[in-house]
Nanobody
Framework: VQLQASGGGLVQPGGSLRLSCAAS????????MGWYRQAPGKQRELVAI???????HYADSAKGRFTISGDTATSTTLLTMRRLKPEDTAVYYC?????????WGQGTQVTVSS
């Protein structure tokens, strides 16, 4: 199983970005997919997750600004981030529980700066 993340970049405060993560080789065994982030000097933290049944969970910092969605048919998840703040700057990692195993994708940098 491989997770391929994309969509990071540089955006001004108040702007939007969408991150995408595709799982290959997972079959139909995805339990949930989600996003974590790690800012310089800080621990990796949960941003949002979505289960194979569509249930979602967001970190308090993401509520009301970020939306996670998933497509089980294509084994992809999207994280739409709006009203971005400088404190959202971090490397964002895709994560998935597939068949009882935990997988990580490569990180994608998100920088919020004017």
């Amino acid at each position: 199983v491989q997770l391929q993340a994309s969509g990071g970049g540089l955006v001004q405060p108040g702007g939007s970005l969408r991150l995408s993560c595709a799982a290959s080789g997972s079959g139909t065994s995805i339990n949930w997919m989600g996003w974590y982030r790690q800012a310089p000097g800080k621990q990796r933290e949960l941003v949002a997750i979505i289960s194979n049944l569509g249930s979602t969970h967001y970190a308090d910092s993401a509520k009301g600004r970020f939306t996670i969605s998933g497509d089980t048919a294509t084994s992809t998840t999207l994280l739409t981030m709006r009203r971005l703040k400088p404190e959202d700057t971090a490397v964002y990692y895709c994560n998935a529980l597939i068949g009882g195993y935990n997988y990580w994708g490569q990180g994608t940098q998100v920088t919020v700066s004017s």
